[in-house]
């Protein structure tokens, strides 16, 4: 089983910035592929990126909404996945989870992950 837990939500201005922590239980961390989504009230969860690997390239995805203000990074020795938000806008505002998936590819759709989070909420104000 993994655990995991994120921190790093809050309240902040239009322009602001935010960086979200994940951090992972279990020894086999560095083999899973990660990825952050969010949920605004009333919508559906909806992607927001991913890392995933293999023995020879990191690939990182991005929903066109965020390409150029997220950074998603990890780092293995602490188990933990970061989320790193800038230029924040109104309509980031929303419920963000974190999730992993056993395999290295990580997808952009939730139905391609085996563990989730319990989310954290970012509120951007105008």
């Known amino acids: 089983q993994v655990q995991l837990v994120e921190s790093g939500g809050g309240l902040v201005q239009a322009g602001g910035s935010l960086r979200l922590s994940c951090a992972a239980s279990g020894r086999t961390f560095s083999s899973y592929g990660m990825g952050w989504f969010r949920q605004a009230p009333g919508k559906e969860r909806e992607f927001v990126a991913a890392?995933?690997?293999?023995?020879?390239?990191?690939?990182?995805d991005y929903a066109d909404s965020v390409k150029g203000r997220f950074t998603i990074s990890r780092d293995n020795a602490k188990n933990t996945v970061y989320l790193q938000m800038n230029s924040l806008k109104p309509e980031d505002t929303a419920v963000y989870y974190c999730?992993?998936?056993?395999?290295?590819?990580?997808?952009?759709?939730?139905?391609?992950?085996?563990?989730w989070g319990q989310g954290t909420q970012v509120t951007v104000s105008s």
């Open positions: 999730a992993a998936t056993r395999g290295s590819v990580a997808t952009m759709t939730p139905v391609g992950y085996d563990y």
């Open positions: 890392i995933s690997w293999s023995d020879i390239i990191t690939n990182y």
